[in-house]
Each structure stands twice: as C-alpha cells, then as structure tokens.
C-alpha cells in the first residue's frame, strides 16, 4: 500500500551542483500532521471490522427501496447504518477498540518507517521531497488506507544517492516489521472457531512468518488466531514486497538501475512482469484469488513510467552498498509470496 514515488524526468546528465534540501514549512507539517492522524482514525476503524466477530453486529433494518432516490441512497444508508452498529457495539466492549488501535499502531509504524527512511535519504543527498503523504480510506476498504507516499520534487544527482534513497525506505520499514512479526506469533493463541468452508479469505504466510514460527515454537501458523500484529506484519511485507519487485520506479526499480544500470533495469522490469503474468491464471486456478492480475497490471503500468537517469552514472557504489544490495534481495526473498491470498 505503499505508493509510487515520483522522480522528475529533468536530471541533468553534467554540471549537478549538490545544495540542502529545503525544509518542510509549518503548513506542511499541519497538512501532514493531519493526513496522518485521519489515516490513523480510518485504519482503527478497520482494525475494528477486522476483529469484531461475523455476525456479532446487527444488519441495518432498511426497507426495500421503490423510487430512484431510494436506491441511490440505500447504500450510503446501509454503510452508515452499519458503521454506526459496529461503533455502538465497540464501544460496549473496548477490548476490540484496542486492538483496533493495535493494529492502526504496528501498521502504521512500519509505513512509517519505510516512507521516514525515504525522505531521511533525500535530505542527506540534498534532494527535495515532500513530507510523507499518508492517504486514508473510508473503512472496511482497503484496511483504511490506501498507503503513503513521498514526493521527490529534484533531481536525483548520482548512483549512490538513487541506491541509497531506493533501498532506505523497504530496509526500514523491514526493521519495524521483524519486532512486530516476533509479537505477532508470541501473542498468537490457537483459532477455537471452527471456520466455513466457503467464503474464506485465507493469509497465505511469506517466507519471514514461517521462518520465525518455526523460531518461536509456533507449529502451525494456519491454525492461529489472528491478531493485530500478525494482520500487520502481514500486510507490511506484501507492501515491502510489491515495492522491491525490479520494475520502473518502484524501490526495487531503483535499485537494479543504481546497481546494474539502465539496460538491466529495462530487461528484468519485462522479465518481472511476463514472470506474474504467467503465474496469475495459476493463481486464480489453484487459489481461486485475482491477486495476480493485480501485480500483473501494476507491472504493466510501471514498466510505462520513464525511469530518469541520474546525475552521475559511472559513480562506483563501491563493495558496502553491493552488500547492502545483497541484504535487500534477502528482505525480498523473505517478505515475497507469488500467491498472497486465496479464497475458498
């Protein structure tokens, strides 16, 4: 849910002059501030439809509608309704408010990080960019977020600074997803609810969650009840991995341009996307889940944006940022799953 950073197609090839990064102005902060904490109202309030139990919540008792303006407003009175039910009922029972808020706290926590990391790195570089934007989404859509976002609004002037601002971002927020994966499964309680066998929506675990399970003595990580921290964790590494796939201007995008240069970089953004396009009717079939015609389009849409060159590009990066690059391989290969969903 992490948004597509935006790097100007102006970089001049000679003659980069590095200055300070401008400093955020008061009103930024405000608007920032602002965005920040309505997304962290709209995802504890998903945190709630997360956790309250099936069928706990009454249905609104709304009448079959006869006139054109009925059924333009049932929907909006059905949500309305049933929004203001599940507060009610929250609020009677304020276990589940905290773990809304759990949940809005981890989540928030690791894209916090992860857009911090990319905005640290551009201030060292002198590079200007927006203050993390955070997009909050009316709930239960989207899990009350539609993720966050930097903007980069200068030039990027070398190879090291593109490597270092691309790779910040999903390395950081990685570092907040391991102590929150680690709560997750040393809170985890066995599920006592027999589940249905149609209509399920099941989390498939990425390689990080199993790995720590079979770390924390957790045996059978399909069995658990889920939690605010798993939730979290979970969505944090689809977002770290959807970010670190090799395409465009996606984080991993930059990294295989600052590594191996613009030629690879075009080469394994087409390998990347034939690569999904292959596995989603794999998907569908075996998982019966549409997630990966959505990588596959999300693909198609970055391999069309232009990825700019950069102020020096014969810059070393020298053998530390190649072992950082390595790291960053291993945090893709440990948070990515080809098949992240499956219903039945």
């Known amino acids: 849910m992490d948004s597509v950073r935006s790097i100007p197609a102006f970089v001049p090839h000679t003659g980069f002059v590095s200055r300070r990064a401008a400093r955020p102005t008061a009103r930024e902060w405000a608007r920032h501030t602002a965005l920040f904490l309505a997304t962290a109202l709209t995802v504890t309030w998903a945190g709630l439809v997360l956790f309250v139990p099936s069928g706990e919540v009454p249905e609104p008792a709304l009448a079959s509608p006869s006139t054109l303006l009925e059924y333009a407003l049932f929907i909006p009175t059905y949500y309305v309704q049933w929004m203001g039910a599940l507060f009610s009922f929250a609020l009677a029972r304020p276990a589940f408010i905290t773990q809304g808020a759990t949940f809005a706290g981890a989540l928030l926590s690791i894209l916090l990080a992860h857009e911090s990391g990319h905005y640290i790195a551009c201030r060292l570089y002198g590079v200007n960019a927006t203050l993390p934007f955070f997009i909050p989404v009316p709930p239960p859509f989207l899990l009350g977020t539609f993720g966050a976002f930097i903007k980069i ?25 391991l102590p929150v994966a680690l709560l997750a499964l040393l809170t985890a309680t066995p599920e006592t609810k027999a589940l249905p066998t149609e209509g399920v929506l099941i989390f498939n675990d990425p390689p990080l969650l199993r790995l720590l399970a079979s770390l924390t003595g957790v045996e059978d990580l399909a069995n658990i009840a889920p939690n605010p921290f798993y939730v979290a964790a979970w969505v944090g590494l689809l977002v770290t991995s959807l970010n670190l796939l090799p395409v465009g201007q996606l984080d991993g995008g930059h990294a295989v341009y600052a590594v191996f240069g613009r030629r690879v970089h075009r080469h394994t953004g087409r390998v990347a996307f034939i690569s999904m396009l292959a596995l989603a009717p794999l998907g569908w079939l075996w998982h019966g889940a549409p997630s990966g015609f959505v990588y596959a389009v999300l693909l198609f849409v970055m391999l069309r944006v232009h990825h700019p060159e950069v102020g020096d590009e014969t810059e070393p990066l020298g053998r530390a940022r190649l072992i950082v690059a390595a790291l960053t391989l291993l945090v893709f290969l440990l948070s990515f799953t080809p098949f992240p969903l499956t219903i039945r």
């Open 153 to 177: 609004k200068s030039p990027i002037p070398s190879r090291r600074a593109l490597f270092d601002i691309g790779v910040a971002g999903p390395l950081a927020g990685f570092a907040v997803i």
